[in-house]
């Protein structure tokens, strides 16, 4: 199993960027995806889910409205869209799915929001 993000950048309060993640070894349209973000010195939190299929998603109270969560199954690619970040936002977002043999998590893409 393989997770890996792009996307990383420095951006501006306000901004937007689109993370990527990238899924190999195993069937991804049959699993779930999550986003977790984890900030210096604080625990990893979910941002956000998306099911297998796409139709359903779930999000962080804190990035509801301005967080997209998507995929492209045909990619096996997951992606999140944030617009209006906020310096809050600032974080390093990982990738992760839940398999029945285990957790598994991307190696992480810093998101930096600064003026």
């Known amino acids: 199993v393989q997770l890996v993000e792009s996307g990383r950048g420095l951006v501006q309060p306000g901004g937007s960027l689109r993370l990527s993640c990238a899924a190999s070894?195993?069937?991804?349209?049959?699993?779930?995806m999550s986003w977790v973000r984890q900030a210096p010195g604080t625990e990893r939190k979910l941002v956000a889910f998306v099911s297998n299929s796409g139709g359903h998603t779930n999000y962080a109270d804190s990035v509801k409205g301005r967080f997209t969560i998507s995929r492209d199954n045909a990619k096996n690619t997951v992606y999140l869209q944030m617009n209006s970040l906020k310096p809050e936002d600032t974080a390093k977002y990982y990738c992760?799915?839940?398999?029945?043999?285990?957790?598994?998590w991307g190696q992480g893409t810093q998101v930096t929001v600064s003026s």
């Open positions: 070894g195993f069937s991804f349209n049959n699993y779930g």
């Open positions: 992760k799915t839940v398999l029945s043999r285990g957790d598994y």
